[in-house]
């Protein structure tokens, strides 16, 4: 009989909330052996088990609304600090820094600032930024390093490094009082929580919204006639509630496409400045959850590279707000429609172009590019999730760590303690 994992911990203000590795540790090898019945990625988690719809990483994805709103309240007076500081101590550029989804918030990071703000903005993965010998002028240079648990060891140690080098470090996390908050100069919490499934899913949309508004900070301080951040910041506080009026719309819409795409061969996933993040984050979601391998491109790359690779059994998803890359994706979407290939639109609700072209359609707010890629999150997550369910076979929760070969190379890639 297998052990019971311990109970999921609660956030208790003031208090940093741990994860108990010590149950997993006793265990070892027994616990790899037994991961078919009890998953070693729940005992990592101390998340319930779960095995049919809805599994954990659904209540996640879920609760983005609440987790962006929530965030959005709590959060202005600390961006509205790091703003403060970045200006105050003559920063002229900004950095951001994470590992996967945490890497792509990073890439929609740098954009934003780009597009809003006109800030110098760049990003890397925690590693590569570790191992590069390239000079990142970091005396001059805000670091951001994004990280959902805090606990991520790489991205820890990038912090490190970069404060040693000089650089003004900001920590973005959504726990509090974890040991990432401890390195940096500054510390904003989005709020969440830990994830109770094995991807990061909610952590994508508030810290997005979190660059969201340090760009809109950055750009009010620095240039206020650039854009109508007024404007701007009021489609990033409506986002959360045009997306809970409309989630059963966009759970029905996601279930519905992934019933026909459940067994593709591989997803094509296509967006254009900031939006290449959300692609990037889609096609990752394709690869953890469904495991249909994702390739997230910018239209450029798709025109000139993946033409020949494209066939009736490969997706393409094309993210295509209003902005200076839609003439882009309108040629890919054209590309599809020659080919007679499948394909899905991510547009918003008064797009009349590609949505014409496309085979499923699924309608977002009609907000800056920029912004979009926020409510974008949730089908770039709930459409491999239900691709996973539709399988039948697939637990999403778990990245195969149910299988005990995989759990083996999960525990020895991620000692207990290391995410």
């Known amino acids: 009989m297998t052990q019971e ?9 003031g208090v940093e909330p741990r994860k108990d590795w010590s149950w997993l540790d006793e265990r070892g090898e027994r616990s790899v052996e037994a991961t078919g019945e009890l998953p070693v990625m729940y005992i990592a988690l101390g998340s319930e088990p779960k095995t049919t719809h809805p599994f954990n990483l659904y209540r996640d994805i879920m609760s983005i609304p609440q987790a962006l709103r929530d965030t959005l309240k709590t959060v202005p007076d600390s961006v509205a600090a790091v703003a403060e500081q970045i200006i105050r101590r003559g920063l002229t550029r900004v950095i951001g820094v994470g590992l996967g989804t945490s890497q792509f918030v990073a890439m929609g990071a740098a954009t934003a600032l780009w597009n809003l703000a ?23 240079s805000a670091f951001l390093v994004f990280s959902g648990s805090g606990r991520t060891v790489d991205s820890n140690r990038a912090a490190e490094k970069a404060r040693a080098d000089g650089a003004y470090t900001v920590s973005v996390v959504s726990v509090p009082h974890s040991p990432l908050t401890r390195i940096t100069d500054a510390t904003i919490v989005c709020q969440g929580g ?24 950055l750009g009010e301080r620095t240039d206020p006639k650039r854009c109508d951040f007024a404007a701007l910041r009021e489609q990033l506080y409506n986002v959360p509630d045009w997306l809970e009026a409309h989630m059963p719309e966009l759970d029905g819409r996601c279930r519905s496409i992934a019933r026909q795409y459940c067994h593709a061969r591989s997803v094509l996933t296509v967006g254009g400045g900031p939006n290449l993040a959300t692609a990037e984050e889609a096609a990752l979601k394709f690869d953890e959850m469904a495991h249909i391998p994702g390739k997230a491109m910018c239209p ?8 020949g690779l494209t066939d009736e059994h490969i997706v393409t998803l094309i993210i295509a707000p209003p902005g200076p890359s839609y003439p882009w994706l309108h040629q890919v979407a054209q590309a599809t429609v ?10 918003c609700e008064d797009d009349n172009d590609i949505a014409a072209m496309m085979d499923y359609v699924v309608r977002l707010p009609v907000v800056d590019e920029t912004i979009f890629t926020i409510p974008a999150t949730v089908p770039a997550q709930l459409l491999p999730y239900y691709c996973a369910v539709e399988q039948g076979t697939i637990n999403p929760d778990c990245q195969r760590s149910n299988i005990p070969r995989y759990a083996r190379v999960w525990m020895q890639l991620f000692p207990p303690g290391t995410h």
Do not use: C
């Open 194 to 217: 830990f994830d109770t499934g094995g991807s990061d899913t909610f952590h994508y949309a508030t810290r997005l919204a979190v660059a969201m508004l340090l760009a809109i900070e």
């Open 5 to 13: 994992p311990p109970e999921q911990r609660k956030e208790v203000a």
């Open 338 to 347: 020659g080919l007679k290939t499948p394909s899905i639109g991510f547009v």
């Open 300 to 307: 450029g790359r798709h025109i000139h590279g993946a033409l």
């Open 118 to 140: 006109g800030w110098d903005a760049e990003q890397a993965d925690a590693g590569e930024f570790l191992i590069s010998r390239r000079n990142w002028d970091l005396p001059h």
